[in-house]
């Protein structure tokens, strides 16, 4: 910086206000430096300049599965708008590991970032070291929230089973509830939110004893579980199986294909099997999933206004400023071939 400040003929100070703000100098000066800039091909170091500073434009975040279609659509959107609001996202994956998820809050302590959305690993997170990062800086969690008071954007599963439950009951038979392994609180979330709609259409809930495991590969999980339910003699409880998430689905789905079964809707079809979320992926199964469709795209939108709010620059963007600790959106029916 100190360089490219004598390149220019201008104070350090003048040329750090100008890569802060542009429009912080005078329109002279701000030729004057572009001009350098587009000759030299200097930028400055975003994270040094950024360590100097009382309070950083880098805005952290945290996903489970940098591959899963749901938490790539959901940092978009996080993106765009911080990027809007003069913030950088950074990104990172704790690939399922809580020491991985250790390692990146590390990460951002070490960048100073502003604040943070996170989508965490729940029943293997390492709360004490949440915690201790939500005293130093604001934090949002997203998909599942670590706790009964933390900030979280998510679905409301009330609503979303009462929705999925109400229609596989008038459209066939109940169904029976295939969870997934407890990794975050939306395995004890999701179960609790079935029985409740079952028993409010006054059907017996018939929860499917699945393997005790912390596995974030839901695929294979649904399909293992499937394959060694499908080939004992007393197999699921009813033709209408519901899965705790989409890719759980996913495995159950190919679990019965291999045994020869036909998933569908219709008098010619074995089972039916439903799912949630609405995978990005679950239009493109075979057959299509009936499933209830979290709004990612608003999910990530009002995780960021949070934060933003939180930091106290929703009031000078275009951010809407959100003032709620806990936003739960309503999920959409999605019928399709599968249910």
């Known amino acids: 910086m100190e360089d490219f400040a004598e390149l220019v003929g201008l104070s350090r100070p003048t040329v750090s ?3 802060n703000d542009p429009t912080s100098v005078r329109r002279k000066t701000r030729d004057l430096i572009e001009n350098a800039l587009k000759k030299s091909g200097f930028r400055p170091n975003v994270f040094a300049v950024n360590l100097n500073r009382r ?3 880098i805005i952290g975040v945290i996903i489970p599965n940098s591959t899963d279609p749901f938490y790539m659509a959901l940092t978009r959107r996080i993106e765009l708008i911080a990027n809007s609001a003069g913030f950088l ?3 990172l994956s704790s690939d399922g590991k809580a020491g991985m998820e250790d390692e990146a809050i590390k990460t951002f302590k070490s960048l100073n970032v502003a604040g943070a959305i996170i989508a965490p690993l729940g029943i293997q997170s390492h709360h004490a070291t949440l915690e201790a990062l939500g005293q130093s800086i604001p934090l949002v969690y997203v998909d599942s929230p670590l706790d009964e008071t933390s900030a ?8 979303s089973f009462n929705l999925i439950v109400d229609y596989l009951c008038r459209s066939g038979a109940p169904p029976c509830y295939f969870g997934m392994p407890e990794v975050n ?3 004890a979330t999701r179960r609790s939110a079935y029985v409740e709609a079952m028993e409010k259409f006054r059907m017996t809930p018939e929860l499917v004893a699945i393997s005790d495991m912390a596995s974030w590969d839901f695929e294979r999980f649904g399909f293992e579980e499937a394959t060694r339910i499908l080939a004992s003699t007393s197999g699921f ?3 209408t199986i519901l899965c705790a998430n989409d890719r759980v689905a996913f495995g159950v789905i190919s679990a019965a294909y291999q045994r020869g079964l036909r998933v569908g809707h219709g008098a010619d079809c074995d089972l039916r099997v439903a799912g ?4 990005p992926l679950s239009r493109y199964a075979c057959p299509p999933i009936t499933t209830v469709a979290q709004n990612y795209n608003e999910i990530g939108k009002r995780a960021i206004e949070m934060l933003l709010t939180k930091l106290g620059e929703a009031a000078s963007s275009s951010v809407s400023p959100i003032a709620e600790e806990r936003v739960l959106l309503d999920a959409e029916l999605m019928l399709r071939s599968s249910a």
């Open 152 to 159: 979280f954007v998510g679905t409301n599963n009330r609503q």
């Open 17 to 19: 206000k100008y890569f």
């Open 55 to 57: 309070r950083s434009n």
């Open 89 to 91: 996202a950074f990104v």
């Open 237 to 239: 409880a009813s033709k």
């Open 276 to 279: 949630h979320d609405d995978h």
């Open 185 to 187: 609180t939306n395995a």
